[in-house]
């Protein structure tokens, strides 16, 4: 390595002099194999206890978790999901909380009774055939399965919690608790059987909540109808016709009025023109919309047609309209009612109502029910479609016919309603619509609206245990003592809890809790006995819900007090979002059951305590809200301090993902080629708030950053073999760059304390990656590298450099453990092997308050400055091939800035920019040296450096070769020699 070498005397290896970075700690992850070890290893010393041990007496954290679906294999969503609350969940317990993590999951309802019916038909059996508790069993097992195989997936996403000891639906004490959740609301009134126009699905033979469905283009017939003017018309309308539009023929049979807006102008319009086979002829008179009238006209092929006379709205609330197919069956009167729905955007103005099919039909109906009565109309309303779609005998003239098909396709009732429309002179004009229309989630097929029986919980009762209060008047206090995290996701839900109808929470299915209650068979009442009520619970902990349905039940539970002959049992299971929106009841309150989380609930008087729920952000309809309306209506309050909620994932284009189009991402996949800690990297850095995007190249982009951070660790562990911590230097005897570095990780300190406690894990990332790799290994490392390897063992510069390194090495450990949980552990443990030890028992280090330094690094913020001018200088001139390595330069620096120039006062400005030597002098510098916009008043002028190339540091320096006993090497590099070989003699004598 030096220039003149004695050929007799072969030249000495100074590499094994140089302290030089030395550590076990591989360049090359190999994470998909090592993170399974390390997986082994906090098994095997049981972290999670050590963790739960350490944390007593904390303050609680409490996440809680948000029931997956035991229904198969988890998707990137679910990675997402988990690995989010994990961060989240580790970050807090190294704020010094006890975070306690008990991982649930949801395994009631129909997804899963759906996968065991689909087996059946497979094999050609018939679910009404098998005793009820043994299907229920045959859907435990399933559940049961899959719960297993997704315990395992999200362990080996590295999420840490008691997945031992989990909370399940399905477990004897839970179906006793979500039973006894339910008792509370039929004690206190708010549970009610009532008839309402539910969402159902054909194919699936039950209702669906709101959040059981989605909206997917459809086409439907479309129909405009007359309904006749009976009675109640002046002269001028005699004759004349109501004309509606809707999208759902096969309702016609369940009209029962027609609507109006007060807030529309309307006309009496005659037809002038039409060709003979048009539906609409010549002389048909109509009372349309003014602003509708071309519309429909157009719709109806009508060539010519004139408004004969206004239609006060007046006149409207009079009328009294015969049914289009009246003469049929249908011979009732169908009344006029005002309705604050109607609008002009499209249509006729006027709206069918068949209060047995639409929510706002039915509170219309049900609004105008006294008035109704008055006039001797029959409010009644029909039940015109059965549980499998088919039209009824209140559909007189279509008894049998099909909205939809078993299968969810269209059946032939619209046709034949059409027909009969066309055919009794009440059609005006037909067509089509394609437009979103609400779709069963697991069917993927079409749902109607009809009239059932089902239970409900009120919305709008008052409840005396609620101080008077209604359910829907708790629940948006209760949204508005909780925070939520985006902000924007408070009005999300707000609006939804501020217009969402009664809690339709009944079933017609067999798998889940039963609506354990019993019904008067005379006068309708519920059965409310605390006794009753205590031996379901105790019969459900110890055998399951299973008890309900056993034959002997009515009795079990009734006698002696009560005769068994006058009640009927509720055969109805609990909607599922009842399901999980009561785990707080048993995970978050029972003591015996999870005493690790026991007590911790909502607190009024600020405690210290919190509970956050973490989900995507489609639970504002879902979990979050069945959680919050049940807590709300036993405790009078949320069950949650903070509400966290994350976007979905997209593909790489933003495109959902789907198996046709061949763009989804698995997270196992990802696990098997990259690791773990890339997809946890990817979820931290990620806008959770927002969408997320995934591919191959998003990947590759976050395993390169994960490159970055994790070769910034090997180089601190590898200087780190070489520390003494005997040798540490007093803070005030540091220079000025190692104090530098202290000054920023108490600034870091406390930012990172502040992102992780507002969630915001994209920041914590962000001012890890920007600190590691722009202040450490860009900067830092590469300006100390020569003090570390080629100083003297007794330099107060490298052991400061040492001593500060291993406080960095420490913090950004600690920091990026909740995010990169296998790669901190595996360094951490490389740095401080233990046989139970972990980084994950750590909470984050105090920083000494004197380390921070704002005039410090004012000064040395203005030296890198000055510093980038002449690193840009150097590369144009190791691109030109003028120089090497840096340190074959010795440029001129010339600083017109005296701010700037007063900042280099002292510094060792070639240490810094790396060169053997740097000339700093006042002034603008020639024309052509070298400049950037960005850093005004600097100018550098490229020079070689004078001397020879020591040849072990491989400085340039004139002083090469001065001291006799280490002819080829500088001053500095010949007394490391010296200590080097003082300590190593039987190494420098060979």
Same mark, same amino acid.
């Given at each position: 390595?030096?220039?003149?070498t004695?050929?007799?005397?072969?030249?000495?290896?100074?590499?094994?002099?140089?302290?030089l970075?030395?550590?076990?700690?591989p360049?090359r992850?190999?994470?998909?194999?090592?993170?399974?070890?390390?997986?082994?290893?906090?098994?095997?010393?049981?972290?999670?206890?050590?963790?739960?041990?350490?944390?007593?007496?904390?303050p609680?954290?409490?996440?809680?978790?948000g029931?997956? +679906?035991?229904?198969?294999?988890?998707?990137?969503g679910?990675?997402l999901?988990?690995?989010?609350? &994990?961060?989240?969940?580790?970050?807090?317990?190294?704020?010094?909380q006890?975070?306690?993590?008990?991982?649930?999951?949801?395994c009631?309802?129909?997804?899963?009774?759906?996968?065991?019916?689909?087996?059946?038909?497979a094999?050609?059996?018939?679910?009404? &055939?098998?005793?009820? #508790?043994e299907?229920?069993?045959?859907?435990?097992?399933?559940?049961?399965?899959?719960?297993?195989?997704?315990?395992?997936?999200?362990?080996?996403?590295?999420?840490?919690?008691?997945?031992?000891?989990?909370y399940?639906?399905?477990? +004897?004490?839970?179906?006793?608790?979500?039973?006894?959740e339910?008792?509370?609301?039929?004690?206190s009134?708010?549970?009610?059987?009532?008839?309402?126009?539910?969402?159902?699905?054909?194919?699936?033979?039950?209702?669906l909540a709101e959040?059981?469905?989605?909206?997917?283009?459809?086409?439907?017939?479309?129909?405009?109808?007359?309904?006749?003017?009976?009675?109640?018309?002046?002269?001028?309308?005699?004759?004349?016709?109501?004309?509606?539009?809707?999208?759902?023929?096969?309702?016609?049979?369940?009209?029962?009025?027609?609507?109006?807006?007060?807030?529309?102008?309307y006309?009496?319009?005659?037809?002038?023109?039409?060709a003979?086979?048009?539906?609409?002829?010549?002389?048909?008179?109509?009372?349309?919309?003014?602003?509708l009238?071309?519309?429909?006209?157009k719709?109806?092929?009508v060539?010519?047609?004139?408004?004969?006379?206004?239609?006060?709205?007046s006149?409207?609330?009079?009328?009294?309209?015969?049914?289009?197919l009246?003469?049929? /069956?249908?011979?009732?009167?169908v009344?006029?009612?005002?309705?604050?729905?109607?609008?002009?955007?499209?249509?006729?103005?006027f709206?069918?109502?068949?209060?047995?099919?639409?929510?706002?039909?039915f509170?219309?109906?049900?609004?105008?029910?006294?008035?109704?009565?008055?006039r001797?109309?029959?409010?009644?309303?029909p039940?015109?479609?059965?549980?499998?779609?088919?039209?009824?005998?209140?559909?007189?003239g279509?008894?049998?016919?099909?909205?939809?098909?078993?299968?969810?396709e269209?059946?032939?009732?619209?046709?034949?309603?059409?027909?009969?429309?066309?055919?009794?002179?009440?059609?005006?004009?037909?067509?089509?619509l394609?437009?979103?229309?609400?779709?069963?989630w697991?069917s993927k097929?079409?749902v109607?609206?009809?009239?059932?029986?089902?239970?409900?919980?009120?919305?709008?009762?008052?409840?005396?245990?609620?101080?008077g209060?209604?359910?829907?008047?708790?629940?948006?206090?209760?949204?508005?003592?909780?925070? %939520?995290?985006?902000?924007q996701?408070?009005?999300?839900?707000?609006?939804?809890?501020?217009?969402?109808?009664?809690?339709?929470?009944?079933?017609?299915?067999?798998?889940?809790?039963?609506i354990?209650v019993?019904?008067h068979?005379?006068?309708?009442?519920?059965?409310?006995?605390?006794?009753?009520?205590?031996?379901?619970?105790?019969?459900?902990?110890?055998?399951?819900?299973?008890?309900?349905?056993a034959e002997?039940?009515?009795?079990?539970?009734?006698?002696?007090?009560?005769?068994?002959?006058?009640?009927?049992?509720v055969?109805?299971?609990?909607?599922?979002?009842?399901?999980?929106?009561?785990?707080?009841a048993?995970?978050?309150?029972?003591?015996?059951q999870?005493?690790?989380?026991?007590?911790?609930?909502r607190?009024?008087?600020?405690?210290?305590?919190?509970?956050?729920?973490?989900?995507g952000? &489609?639970?504002?309809?879902?979990w979050?809200q069945?959680? *919050?309306l049940?807590?709300?209506?036993?405790?009078?309050?949320a069950?949650?301090?903070?509400?966290l909620?994350?976007?979905?994932?997209?593909?790489?284009? /933003?495109?959902?993902?789907?198996k046709?189009?061949?763009?989804?991402?698995?997270?196992?996949?990802? #696990?098997?080629?990259?690791g773990?800690?890339?997809?946890?990297?990817w979820?931290?850095?990620s806008?959770?708030?927002?969408?997320?995007?995934?591919?191959?190249e #998003?990947?590759?982009?976050?395993?390169?950053?994960?490159?970055?951070?994790?070769?910034?660790?090997?180089?601190?562990?590898g200087?780190?073999?070489?520390?003494?911590p005997?040798?540490?230097?007093?803070?005030?005897?540091?220079?000025?760059?190692?104090?530098?570095?202290?000054?920023r990780?108490s600034?870091?300190?406390?930012?990172?304390?502040?992102?992780?406690?507002?969630?915001?894990?994209?920041?914590?990332?962000?001012?890890?990656?920007?600190?590691?790799?722009?202040?450490?290994?860009?900067?830092?490392?590469?300006?100390?590298?020569?003090?570390?390897?080629?100083?003297?063992?007794?330099?107060p510069?490298r052991?400061?450099?040492?001593?500060?390194?291993?406080?960095?090495?420490?913090?950004?450990?600690? %920091?990026?453990?909740?995010?990169?949980?296998?790669?901190?552990?595996?360094a %951490?443990?490389?740095?401080?092997?233990?046989?139970?030890?972990?980084?994950?028992?750590?909470?984050?280090?105090?920083?000494?308050?004197?380390?921070?330094?704002?005039?410090?690094?004012?000064?040395?913020?203005? #030296?890198?400055?000055?510093?980038?001018?002449?690193?840009?200088?150097?590369e144009?001139?190791r691109?030109?091939k003028?120089?090497?390595a840096?340190?074959?330069?010795?440029?001129?620096v010339?600083?017109?800035?005296?701010?700037?120039l007063?900042?280099?006062?002292?510094?060792?400005?070639?240490?810094?920019?790396?060169?053997?030597?740097?000339?700093?002098?006042?002034?603008?510098?020639p024309?052509?040296?070298?400049?950037?916009d960005?850093?005004?008043?600097?100018?550098?002028?490229?020079a *070689?450096?004078?001397?020879?190339?020591?040849?072990?540091?491989?400085?340039?320096?004139?002083?090469?070769?001065?001291?006799?006993?280490?002819?080829?090497?500088?001053?500095?590099?010949?007394?490391?020699?010296?200590?080097?070989?003082?300590?190593?003699?039987?190494?420098?004598?060979?």
């Amino acid at each position: 390595m030096s220039d003149q070498t004695d050929a007799a005397t072969p030249a000495r290896d100074y590499s094994k002099t140089l302290f030089l970075p030395r550590t076990e700690f591989p360049m090359r992850a190999g994470l998909p194999t090592r993170e399974p070890l390390l997986l082994e290893r906090w098994a095997t010393t049981d972290l999670y206890g050590q963790i739960r041990a350490q944390a007593a007496g904390r303050p609680k954290f409490v996440l809680h978790d948000g029931p997956p +679906y035991a229904n198969g294999n988890i998707h990137i969503g679910t990675a997402l999901n988990k690995i989010l609350k &994990d961060v989240i969940v580790r970050s807090a317990g190294a704020l010094g909380q006890d975070a306690n993590y008990v991982p649930g999951w949801d395994c009631h309802g129909l997804p899963i009774e759906w996968k065991i019916e689909e087996q059946y038909r497979a094999k050609g059996r018939n679910k009404d &055939d098998v005793p009820v #508790i043994e299907f229920r069993q045959e859907c435990r097992t399933f559940a049961g399965h899959w719960l297993d195989v997704q315990r395992q997936e999200f362990k080996r996403l590295g999420v840490t919690g008691d997945w031992d000891h989990p909370y399940v639906t399905m477990a +004897y004490p839970a179906e006793a608790a979500i039973a006894s959740e339910l008792m509370k609301f039929s004690m206190s009134g708010q549970l009610y059987r009532g008839s309402k126009p539910v969402m159902w699905s054909v194919v699936e033979k039950t209702a669906l909540a709101e959040a059981e469905v989605e909206y997917e283009e459809h086409v439907s017939d479309t129909i405009f109808c007359a309904f006749p003017i009976r009675a109640g018309a002046d002269a001028g309308l005699a004759g004349a016709r109501v004309v509606i539009w809707t999208t759902t023929p096969w309702t016609i049979p369940g009209n029962r009025a027609v609507a109006y807006s007060k807030k529309i102008a309307y006309g009496l319009y005659r037809v002038t023109e039409a060709a003979p086979e048009n539906w609409a002829k010549p002389g048909d008179t109509y009372l349309l919309a003014d602003s509708l009238a071309a519309t429909v006209f157009k719709a109806a092929r009508v060539e010519g047609f004139a408004r004969v006379a206004d239609v006060p709205v007046s006149a409207l609330s009079g009328l009294t309209l015969a049914h289009p197919l009246a003469g049929h /069956g249908y011979d009732f009167d169908v009344p006029m009612l005002e309705g604050d729905h109607v609008t002009d955007e499209a249509g006729t103005g006027f709206v069918h109502t068949a209060p047995g099919h639409g929510r706002e039909d039915f509170e219309l109906w049900m609004a105008g029910g006294r008035s109704l009565a008055a006039r001797g109309i029959e409010t009644r309303i029909p039940y015109t479609v059965d549980a499998d779609g088919a039209l009824t005998q209140d559909a007189p003239g279509f008894t049998g016919r099909r909205v939809l098909t078993d299968k969810g396709e269209k059946g032939d009732a619209n046709k034949a309603i059409i027909a009969a429309l066309a055919e009794a002179g009440a059609l005006v004009a037909r067509g089509v619509l394609r437009h979103q229309y609400p779709h069963s989630w697991r069917s993927k097929k079409p749902v109607i609206f009809r009239n059932t029986p089902q239970w409900f919980i009120a919305m709008d009762r008052p409840v005396p245990s609620l101080d008077g209060k209604t359910l829907r008047d708790v629940a948006l206090q209760a949204i508005d003592d909780t925070q %939520w995290v985006p902000p924007q996701g408070k009005n999300r839900i707000n609006g939804m809890v501020e217009n969402r109808p009664d809690w339709v929470v009944s079933r017609q299915r067999a798998w889940g809790v039963p609506i354990s209650v019993f019904v008067h068979r005379e006068t309708g009442e519920i059965l409310k006995d605390a006794a009753v009520n205590a031996r379901i619970v105790a019969a459900f902990a110890a055998e399951g819900a299973d008890a309900w349905f056993a034959e002997d039940a009515v009795r079990r539970f009734l006698a002696p007090e009560h005769d068994p002959a006058q009640y009927e049992k509720v055969a109805d299971v609990l909607d599922v979002w009842f399901d999980s929106g009561s785990t707080h009841a048993f995970v978050l309150d029972d003591p015996e059951q999870f005493p690790g989380l026991a007590g911790v609930s909502r607190r009024r008087d600020g405690g210290r305590d919190r509970v956050m729920y973490l989900e995507g952000s &489609d639970q504002h309809r879902g979990w979050f809200q069945s959680s *919050l309306l049940e807590s709300s209506g036993t405790r009078g309050r949320a069950p949650f301090d903070i509400v966290l909620t994350h976007g979905f994932v997209l593909d790489a284009k /933003g495109l959902k993902m789907s198996k046709s189009k061949g763009n989804v991402v698995a997270p196992q996949s990802v #696990i098997k080629d990259s690791g773990a800690d890339i997809l946890r990297l990817w979820v931290s850095a990620s806008d959770y708030t927002d969408d997320l995007r995934i591919g191959p190249e #998003i990947i590759k982009t976050f395993a390169e950053t994960y490159r970055k951070l994790r070769n910034s660790l090997r180089w601190m562990l590898g200087s780190l073999a070489h520390r003494v911590p005997e040798d540490d230097v007093d803070y005030k005897e540091m220079p000025e760059l190692e104090r530098l570095i202290l000054h920023r990780l108490s600034e870091l300190d406390g930012e990172i304390r502040e992102a992780y406690g507002a969630f915001d894990t994209k920041r914590v990332v962000a001012l890890l990656n920007g600190f590691m790799t722009g202040d450490l290994s860009s900067f830092y490392f590469d300006v100390r590298k020569d003090a570390l390897y080629c100083d003297p063992i007794s330099s107060p510069v490298r052991r400061a450099a040492l001593q500060v390194i291993d406080e960095a090495f420490r913090r950004v450990t600690i %920091w990026l453990a909740p995010v990169l949980a296998f790669t901190a552990e595996e360094a %951490w443990l490389d740095r401080y092997p233990s046989e139970t030890g972990s980084v994950h028992l750590q909470t984050l280090p105090e920083t000494p308050a004197d380390w921070r330094d704002a005039g410090l690094a004012e000064r040395w913020h203005k #030296i890198r400055r000055v510093r980038r001018v002449v690193t840009g200088a150097l590369e144009i001139e190791r691109a030109g091939k003028r120089i090497g390595a840096s340190l074959e330069a010795a440029p001129v620096v010339h600083v017109a800035d005296r701010d700037l120039l007063a900042a280099l006062d002292g510094v060792d400005f070639a240490d810094v920019c790396i060169t053997s030597a740097i000339t700093v002098t006042e002034g603008e510098g020639p024309a052509d040296a070298f400049r950037l916009d960005e850093v005004r008043g600097v100018a550098v002028v490229p020079a *070689l450096a004078e001397g020879r190339k020591c040849a072990r540091s491989w400085r340039v320096d004139p002083e090469v070769g001065t001291d006799p006993d280490y002819p080829d090497v500088t001053p500095r590099d010949a007394r490391a020699l010296r200590e080097w070989d003082a300590a190593h003699p039987e190494a420098s004598a060979a």
